[in-house]
């Protein structure tokens, strides 16, 4: 639910809030920790999270109150590797990689922002669904941000994923299909098959980055990724999607150096 409010004069946010919404103090002061109170100026909005902040005449409140949401508990994130001004993290499934309007505790993003103290700035550079887990890049410096983001957007870095599909895989391939009527490209190795549950594990290495590029090629191909909530049929699992974004090489923005990064079981 939303809840939106406006003043004639200042007033502290925890009060209007509470006045205008059935909220206690205590669930809004929840909500405003968990990212979930925005304070809106002109168009411009950012979170508010400092429990005695005011606001005043001209600035209107947010309240994005999802119960379900605030409550939820997700695992934490691990840290790979820090360099500084960029680091490396494994993002587990379930966590999202960035936070929505109705709260950011449950993201990555917010996750490694309150690692580093002294904190540090954080600046989403590619995404991983919910759904998927894997490594992942947080840059700390808006320069590092745009070099690691330009390698993404030119197809600089290597990305590798490993998936369980329903069915038996082709030794090897590539998966070509136009998506969102875009050119994207899939290609992939089998590296072994389950008779007896009918799964093949298939090493993927991705070129571009479609929505759901993985999921809908081999969607399309009649070997859906195992535990897809949204693509496929029959394949259905008890552990969720399994697919795990696993490695990734570049040339380092500070060293200039090729750097790879390997998670050593995937699933």
Request: proline share 4%.
């Amino acid at each position: 639910m939303k809840y939106t409010c406006e003043t004639q004069n200042t007033a502290l946010v925890v009060d209007a809030l509470a006045e205008k919404s059935t909220l206690s103090k205590g669930q809004i002061k929840d909500a405003m920790n968990k990212g979930a109170v925005w304070i809106q100026k002109g168009k411009k909005q950012r979170r508010l999270r400092r429990a005695k902040a005011t606001f005043k005449k001209g600035e209107k409140l947010h309240l994005y109150h999802d119960p379900q949401l605030l409550s939820c508990k997700v695992e934490a994130p691990i840290l790979l590797e820090d360099l500084g001004t960029y680091s490396v993290w494994q993002k587990p499934a379930g966590l999202l990689s960035q936070g929505t309007k109705y709260g950011d505790h449950y993201s990555l993003l917010r996750q490694v922002e309150l690692a580093f103290q002294p904190a540090r700035k954080v600046f989403l550079i590619h995404r991983l669904d919910r759904e998927a887990s894997g490594l992942m890049l947080i840059a700390h410096q808006p320069h590092i941000a745009a070099q690691l983001s330009a390698y993404f957007q030119d197809n600089s870095i290597e990305k590798r994923y490993r998936i369980q599909v329903r069915g038996q895989a082709p030794k090897q391939g590539c998966f070509d299909d136009l998506l969102d009527d875009k050119t994207a490209k899939t290609s992939f190795t089998y590296m072994q098959y389950d008779q007896e549950e009918n799964v093949s594990m298939v090493d993927v290495l991705l070129h571009g980055g479609r929505h759901h590029q993985i999921r809908r090629h081999f969607d399309m191909h009649d070997l859906p990724v195992m535990g897809d909530p949204r693509y496929g049929k029959n394949n259905k699992n008890t552990v969720g999607l399994a697919l795990c974004a696993y490695h990734l090489a570049f040339v380092c923005p500070q060293s200039q150096q090729k750097r790879v990064f390997c998670m050593p079981t995937p699933f």
